[in-house]
């Protein structure tokens, strides 16, 4: 049984910066696919990265892009999500999404991932 928790989540003054962090357990990082989506209270689930286990292929939201990256540290066995320049719309719980199998055309897709943590709270405000 795959199971992946997040950390790292916290209050920061907009245009700070905020790195999440994502373990895995039963099963190597290193070996899945893995992606970070967000939720507001009240709003759908939304799609912020991915990255792909081969070729480090990436994907990322327009709202996100320039100012968020993803990676991993497959020596820590861990995934990262490096915030900068956030902004008070970028508040939002946080979740790391994993699974084995990921096609291109579905990085971005909520249903193409199987295992989910349980969200860390990033909340950006002066």
């Known amino acids: 049984q795959v199971q992946v928790a997040e950390s790292g989540g916290g209050l920061v003054r907009p245009g700070g910066s905020l790195r999440l962090s994502c373990a895995a357990s039963?099963?190597?990082?290193?070996?899945?696919?893995i992606a970070w989506f967000r939720q507001v209270p009240g709003k759908e689930r939304e799609f912020v990265a991915a990255?792909?286990?081969?070729?480090?292929?990436?994907r990322y939201a327009d709202s996100v892009k320039g100012r968020f990256t993803i990676a991993r540290d497959n020596a820590r066995n861990a995934a990262f999500l490096q915030m900068n320049n956030l902004k008070p719309e970028d508040t939002a719980v946080y979740y790391c999404?994993?699974?084995?199998?990921?096609?291109?055309?579905?990085?971005?897709?909520?249903?193409?991932?199987?295992?989910w943590g349980q969200g860390t709270q990033v909340t950006v405000s002066s």
């Open positions: 999404a994993a699974d084995d199998g990921i096609i291109i055309s579905t990085m971005q897709l909520e249903s193409a991932y199987d295992y």
């Open positions: 039963g099963r190597s990082l290193g070996r899945l696919h």
């Open positions: 990255l792909r286990l081969s070729g480090g292929h990436t």
